[in-house]
């Protein structure tokens, strides 16, 4: 899958947009799981996901107790529900393909970090609404 540049713009319809979210999430316990064949799986769930969805993977890096992704957007799809769809077909398929997943009460703990980042910084965004009324 091609990499997608973090500051190029989506154009959907009537809506212009840039909309990249940054996510962390973790296997329950913060048990370090997600290596070798698991991982790979897991890489390919997400990608599957995402094509399925139109959302363009920037960056994403599975550590063993981890995960990293770095994902554009259409402004339609909230972030919960970007990582409710990858949490709950990768835990389902990765369950279902490797057993020794079931000794954990669930794949994911019910928390994630999510952040947004556009190409410009925040406070420039705040500076220029700011002088529009000047």
């Known amino acids: 899958m091609a990499k997608f540049s973090p500051d190029e ?3 959907e319809g009537n809506a212009v947009s840039l909309l990249n979210y940054h996510f962390v999430f973790i296997p329950k316990r913060r048990k370090k799981v997600l290596v070798g064949a698991i991982a790979e799986k897991l890489q390919e769930v997400i990608f599957e996901v995402c094509v399925e969805n139109r959302w ?10 981890h995960v990293h992704m770095f994902v554009n957007a259409k402004p339609s799809d909230d972030p919960s529900k970007i990582i409710r769809l ?12 490797f057993p020794e997943l079931m000794k954990l009460p669930t794949l994911w703990t019910p928390s994630y970090f999510v952040s947004t980042a556009g190409n410009i910084c925040t406070e420039t965004v705040k500076r220029y609404i700011e002088q529009q009324k000047a």
């Open 86 to 97: 990858i949490k709950g077909r990768a835990s389902h398929v990765l369950r279902k393909e």
């Open 56 to 65: 363009k993977i920037i960056a994403l890096e599975i550590m063993p107790d």
């Open 9 to 11: 713009y989506r154009h």
